[in-house]
């Protein structure tokens, strides 16, 4: 197993608190929460503790909590839900050219059900402009969708800014926040957002819960129908040892939070400041300061990122080349591409996301260990030869690459 663990943003551990409060309900207090008889009152009783725990992790009404079971299920709930829920107003949605594949495919599923989807571009930071968003409007925009911040590259992106205007065209604005909490606190409330899906493995809880934020009066049509769970809004059975885990995490969440925060910042800021010095050729992405703490995303140009992976992983660090939910389609990022990069720049990604528990020593430990690797996969590198003959390394791959996509 490797021992540097840089891929918090895929998964992070379970924290311990967590693990303790759900080891009751996976044992003796199995009950379903709805049941009338005493089985059902503990479960019953840790289900709304739980909400108020989540509710107050974001700022948030405790009535306005769903659970789900994981953050692409409350993207999917709030773009199918909500714009169904609004469909005789307008049939138009704008999302982000970088949003995650949950709601990228959400808004797909939308147009092949008659709904028009408008993507808005990004700088070459990543950030959506409320300018370009306002282009992007229409008179029968019913919902904006624009991501908290980036997984793949960091950029927090002017979130109260996008939700004012769009409720200034009357669409409502659902945003996924699965890669800002427990990195930044959160305040949907400030935000102004209708609708906010995040899951409990950001900040330390199982996987498998999941919530979405509902602003109140905002009701989506719900995608899974039956029973009454969850106000109708998500029928079954809640995972109720996992909901009382995600309360935990986001309880000891908040109240660690800066301190947290602080700390991986400024372990990011190392990476960023000391990666430059010792390899050149690299693009760092992402917003230079309107960022995670704690995450490093850049591309090492003329090398492969999954080739790079592996030669980390050999060494006993665990790094991303981009989102776990595309890794292994060998693919280049919609989301590199967006911001501007050349497909075989784009191949060259690497993002690097510290937990609460990362050290300078596992920095110092990343900082030894890639510029040798670097080195070695260039030397196999025909890009990298090119480069040093001084010959332009990517026109041809850039050919061979148009159409393919
Ligand atoms: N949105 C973002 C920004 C993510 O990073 C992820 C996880 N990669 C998801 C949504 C999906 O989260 P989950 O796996 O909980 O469905």
């Known amino acids: 197993m490797p021992e540097n663990y840089f891929d918090h943003a895929a998964a992070c551990p379970l924290m311990p608190e967590a693990f303790e409060a759900m080891k009751p309900f996976l044992t003796d207090r199995f009950g379903n929460p709805h049941s009338i008889h005493s089985f059902g009152t503990e479960p019953v009783k840790a289900l709304e503790q739980a909400r108020e725990q989540i509710a107050r992790f974001i700022n948030a009404p405790t009535t306005s909590i769903v659970f789900t079971a994981s953050a692409s299920e409350s993207n999917n709930l709030a773009l199918k839900g909500l714009a169904r829920a609004r469909e005789k107003e307008g049939r138009h949605i704008v999302i982000s050219a970088i949003e995650h594949q949950s709601v990228l495919k959400s808004a797909h599923a939308l147009e092949r059900l008659g709904f028009e989807v408008t993507e808005v571009k990004v700088d070459e930071h990543g950030i959506v402009h409320p300018k370009e968003l306002e282009k992007a409007i229409r008179p029968d925009t019913i919902l904006v969708s624009v991501q908290h911040a980036s997984n793949e590259i960091g950029t927090i992106q002017p979130l109260a800014e996008l939700a004012q205007l769009s409720h200034q ?116 992405t992402g917003h230079p300061e309107q960022r995670l703490p704690g995450h490093v995303s850049l591309c090492v140009e003329f090398i492969e990122g999954e080739a790079m992976l592996l030669s980390l ?83 041809a791959r850039e050919r061979s690459f148009k159409g393919g996509h």
Do not use: N
């Open 313 to 395: 992983d050999d060494q006993g660090i665990a790094a991303a080349s981009g989102s776990a939910c595309t890794a292994r389609t060998l693919k280049a990022s919609h989301v590199l591409l967006a911001i501007g990069l050349l497909h075989a720049v784009a191949q060259s990604s690497l993002v690097l996301t510290m937990g609460k528990d990362t050290t300078d020593e596992d920095i110092d430990h990343f900082l030894a260990e890639l510029p040798p690797i670097v080195d070695r996969l260039r030397a196999m590198s025909p890009l990298y030869a090119k480069f040093k003959k001084g010959e332009d390394p990517y026109e």
């Open 169 to 284: 065209h009357t669409a409502l604005i659902h945003s996924d926040g699965t890669a800002a909490t427990g990195r930044i606190p959160v305040d949907v409330t400030r935000l102004g957002v209708d609708s906010y899906a995040f899951s409990a493995q950001s900040f330390y809880g199982p996987k498998g819960a999941a919530a979405l934020y509902l602003k109140t009066g905002t009701r989506p049509v719900p995608l899974i129908e039956g029973g009454v769970q969850e106000k109708g809004y998500r029928a079954g059975t809640e995972d109720i040892p996992s909901i009382v885990g995600m309360g935990k995490a986001a309880e000891v969440t908040r109240s660690r939070l800066a301190e947290w925060s602080a700390k991986m910042g400024r372990l990011s800021k190392r990476l960023l400041t000391e990666l430059p010095r010792k390899i050149d050729q690299i693009v760092l």
